[in-house]
C-alpha cells in the first residue's frame, strides 16, 4: 500500500496520541498521573511536549480548553480504531473532519516542501489534529484498509499501532518489546515442559 509521506506523518502522529490515553498503557507500567493512571497528556506541558515531538506548527499558548479538546479528540480516533465497520467508521471520521472546519491548502513552512494542511491557519491544536490526522484515517477508509488500524495483540498491551506490512500480518506494536517478550515467553514454557 502506497501511502504518501504526509499522511504516514499524521498517522503516526494518530498512533502516538492514542497510546498516551490511560487505556493503551500496560497495568505493569506502573505510571501514574494526577489525572490518572498512565495518562500521557496529564497537563498542558505534556500537550506542549506532544505538540514539540510531533513539530505541529503554530500551536501558540496552550490551556486546559485546549487539553480537554484534544483529550476529546483522541477519543474520537480511539473510537474509529476501535471499529471494523467501515461504514462507522466514514461516518465517524466525518463528522470529526467536519467539526474541524477543514480548509485544504498547500503549504511549505519550516523546512518541509509542499504538503497539504487541511485546518485553517488559526485553528486550535485540536482541530489541527482532527482535520490533518482524520484526513489520513480518511485516506486509510477510502483504500479499503480500515483493518490495518490495529491494536497490539500482546495480552498486557494496548497500543495503537497502522499495520503497514505487506500481508496486513503485524500483530504487535513492536516486535522488539511485546513480540519478542511473548515469543521468549512461549519459548521458555516449551522448554519448561519438555524438561518437566
Given at each position: 500500500m502506497l501511502i504518501p509521506h504526509d499522511t504516514r506523518i499524521a498517522l503516526d502522529t494518530v498512533v502516538d496520541l492514542l497510546n498516551t490515553a490511560p487505556e493503551?498503557?500496560?497495568?505493569?507500567?506502573?505510571?501514574r498521573t494526577e489525572?490518572?493512571?498512565?495518562?500521557?497528556?496529564?497537563g498542558v506541558e505534556t500537550l506542549y511536549d506532544f505538540a514539540r515531538?510531533?513539530?505541529?506548527s503554530g500551536v501558540g499558548t496552550l490551556d486546559e480548553k485546549d487539553l480537554r479538546a484534544v483529550r476529546d479528540v483522541r477519543a474520537r480516533f480511539a473510537k474509529i480504531f476501535a471499529t471494523d465497520d467501515t461504514q462507522l467508521a466514514a461516518s465517524l471520521v466525518n463528522t470529526l473532519v467536519a467539526a474541524a472546519g477543514t480548509t485544504p491548502q498547500l503549504s511549505n513552512h519550516d523546512g518541509y516542501d509542499w504538503h497539504v494542511h487541511y485546518f485553517a491557519p488559526d485553528a486550535s491544536i485540536a482541530d489541527h489534529l482532527a482535520a490533518?490526522?482524520?484526513?489520513a484515517l480518511a485516506f486509510i477508509v477510502v483504500?479499503?484498509?480500515?483493518?490495518?488500524?490495529?491494536?497490539?495483540?500482546?495480552?498486557?498491551?494496548?497500543?495503537?499501532?497502522?499495520?503497514?506490512?505487506?500481508?496486513?500480518?503485524?500483530r504487535y506494536c513492536s516486535s522488539r518489546t511485546c513480540g519478542n517478550r511473548l515469543h521468549v515467553a512461549a519459548y521458555r514454557a516449551r522448554r519448561k515442559e519438555a524438561a518437566g
Amino acid at each position: 500500500m502506497l501511502i504518501p509521506h504526509d499522511t504516514r506523518i499524521a498517522l503516526d502522529t494518530v498512533v502516538d496520541l492514542l497510546n498516551t490515553a490511560p487505556e493503551s498503557e500496560p497495568p505493569s507500567s506502573g505510571a501514574r498521573t494526577e489525572d490518572g493512571p498512565g495518562d500521557g497528556l496529564a497537563g498542558v506541558e505534556t500537550l506542549y511536549d506532544f505538540a514539540r515531538r510531533h513539530r505541529i506548527s503554530g500551536v501558540g499558548t496552550l490551556d486546559e480548553k485546549d487539553l480537554r479538546a484534544v483529550r476529546d479528540v483522541r477519543a474520537r480516533f480511539a473510537k474509529i480504531f476501535a471499529t471494523d465497520d467501515t461504514q462507522l467508521a466514514a461516518s465517524l471520521v466525518n463528522t470529526l473532519v467536519a467539526a474541524a472546519g477543514t480548509t485544504p491548502q498547500l503549504s511549505n513552512h519550516d523546512g518541509y516542501d509542499w504538503h497539504v494542511h487541511y485546518f485553517a491557519p488559526d485553528a486550535s491544536i485540536a482541530d489541527h489534529l482532527a482535520a490533518d490526522c482524520g484526513m489520513a484515517l480518511a485516506f486509510i477508509v477510502v483504500a479499503g484498509e480500515l483493518e490495518r488500524l490495529r491494536r497490539c495483540e500482546a495480552p498486557d498491551c494496548r497500543h495503537a499501532f497502522v499495520d503497514l506490512s505487506r500481508n496486513r500480518s503485524r500483530r504487535y506494536c513492536s516486535s522488539r518489546t511485546c513480540g519478542n517478550r511473548l515469543h521468549v515467553a512461549a519459548y521458555r514454557a516449551r522448554r519448561k515442559e519438555a524438561a518437566g
